[in-house]
């Protein structure tokens, strides 16, 4: 079964690095997400992507954070200059149609 | 906007207990409503899902109905075991307002006891 995958698995940078966590959604989808994840909480929506253009951002997605579709497969988000705060598990998504969402396995990313 | 609410927990019982898990949901129009498990460390797993009114979901023992005139989405399972001991989400995605995107709730930790 197609799956979604994320790579690093975990990412451990210093504040004010940059950071860009990589996402290979299912090859026919069309709309993609990131969504964060603070330890012990609930998982909170970042951003939607759809036809190469941002369709939707919380208010979490600050002028810090961008994502892109550089290519055909893959969908990265990019931290520009981390803080402590942003230390969370990062969950990228994609679908084909609205009925469910594949999430991909996470990247837990540690800001020290 | 959206939005799910879930029983607090965290849930503790006995292993062969009776779980309940409580949720209800605010959307416009009619969204698709998942149920999400967690084990620690790793990833968000799909349990269940139902994708309109009356549709039941279920897996692994787990069910739940979707209840349009509560906005409801309980998730029940008749016997516990000390394996479903996990974090439980419930989410809608689907409704009018940016279509694909999921909401979800608190979560709901369970222990399950031998």
């Known amino acids: 079964e197609p799956e979604v995958t994320q790579t690093p698995s975990h990412q451990v940078t210093q504040m004010g690095q940059e950071v860009i966590l990589r996402c290979v959604p299912i090859s026919n989808h069309l709309y993609f997400y990131w969504y964060r994840q603070i330890l012990g909480q609930k998982v909170e929506f970042l951003v939607s992507f759809y036809n190469n253009e941002i369709s939707e951002k919380s208010e979490i997605f600050d002028d810090q954070f961008s994502v892109e579709r550089p290519d055909g497969s893959n969908f990265t988000l990019k931290i520009r200059s981390t803080k402590l705060e942003d230390s969370a598990m990062y969950f990228c998504?994609?679908?084909?149609?609205?009925?469910?969402?594949?999430f991909g396995p996470g990247t837990r990313l540690t800001v020290t | 906007g959206d939005s799910v609410t879930q029983m607090e927990g965290p849930v503790t019982l006995s292993e062969e207990a009776f779980l309940t898990i409580n949720c209800t949901y605010t959307?416009?129009?009619?969204?698709?409503l998942f149920w999400y498990v967690q084990y620690p460390g790793e990833g968000l797993q799909l349990l269940l899902k139902a994708t309109k009114a009356d549709d039941k979901g279920s897996n692994k023992g787990f069910e739940a109905t979707y209840r349009k005139e509560t906005t409801s989405f309980h998730l029940e399972k008749g016997s516990v075991q000390v394996s479903d001991s996990a974090v439980y989400f419930c989410a809608l995605s689907g409704s009018n307002t940016n279509a694909g995107k999921s909401t979800f709730g608190d979560g709901t930790t369970l222990t399950v006891k031998p």
């Open positions: 959307a416009t129009g009619y969204p698709s």
């Open positions: 998504a994609s679908i084909q149609d609205l009925y469910e969402q594949y």
